[in-house]
């Protein structure tokens, strides 16, 4: 019996679900927990529509019903949508103390040529993003895809050096507030493909794992630098 050939729905829409699944994976290790019953459908659907595939995709599975958060500082367990603004906060307060900490280093060594002074935002999605990749990097647990397939050397080091190779030259064309804006565009894509970076184990999840290596790759690869000319036009 020739086996019937899957439309591009039924495979999106497999990949959609499949992803779903990962974040929730991802979050249940951060502390959170699900009622899966109410994110995850029951059975798959007859009749698969482009619709259908979104509201997976853009499902926030921390507003859910039954969605909880066990706070570590308090040790109290929250609900999923305050568990979010919890973690939200955390990460600004770290990258803020982590522009503080670099701020300082700054003025203790030879300044830097690039002239980055002006730019101070109150959150820093470059910093949050840095801290994201440094937290990779320092996991020495050989159970991960990203400590384990490249025989030792951890693969979130060749994306921080993209990543820091894009930035300095956004710098150098007086542009980081730019870098920022794309950075929180694609926020979302970013801490998607980050979080299967980090967590993925299984060989059975290698294929995900390369998938979101290149995703992120070719995003900290991205954006298009302003020239000089494009920025005195935009004066």
């Known amino acids: 019996m020739v086996k019937k050939k899957k439309t591009l729905n039924q495979l999106e829409y497999e990949k959609a679900l499949k992803n779903l699944k990962r974040r929730i994976k991802a979050a249940e290790k951060r ?22 595939i979104e509201s997976i995709k853009k499902l926030n599975i921390y507003y859910q019903k039954g969605t909880t958060y066990l706070n570590d500082d308090t040790g109290k367990v929250v609900s ?17 103390q982590t522009r503080k900490a670099r701020k300082e280093q700054k ?4 300044p830097l040529p690039i002239d980055t002074k002006e730019y101070t935002p109150t959150y820093s999605a470059i910093a949050s993003v840095e801290n994201k ?6 996991v020495e647990n050989w ?49 998607n493909a980050l979080d299967v970076v980090m967590y993925a184990s299984k060989q059975e999840e290698l294929r995900d794992y390369n998938g979101s290596y290149s ?3 070719m995003i900290f690869n991205g954006g298009e630098i302003p020239t000089q000319q494009d920025m005195i036009r935009s004066d």
Not at 133 to 138: P, Y
Not at 153 to 181: C, G, H, M, P, V
Request: aromatic share 6%.
């Open 133 to 138: 990749l440094d937290e990779i990097i320092n």
């Open 215 to 217: 995703k992120l790759a």
């Open 143 to 191: 159970q991960y895809l990203h400590k384990r397939i490249t025989g030792g050397e951890n693969s979130a080091i060749k994306l921080k050096e993209i990543f820091q190779r894009t930035k300095q030259a956004y710098a150098n064309a007086n542009a980081l507030n730019d870098f920022e804006k794309y950075l929180e565009k694609n926020a979302e894509a970013i801490n």
């Open 80 to 96: 999923g949508k305050v568990g979010q603004a919890i973690e939200r906060k955390a990460r600004a307060k770290k990258a803020a």
């Open 107 to 110: 003025q203790q060594k030879t």
């Open 31 to 52: 502390g959170f927990r699900f009622d899966k019953s109410e994110i995850l459908p029951s059975e798959k659907p007859k009749r698969i529509t482009k619709k259908r």
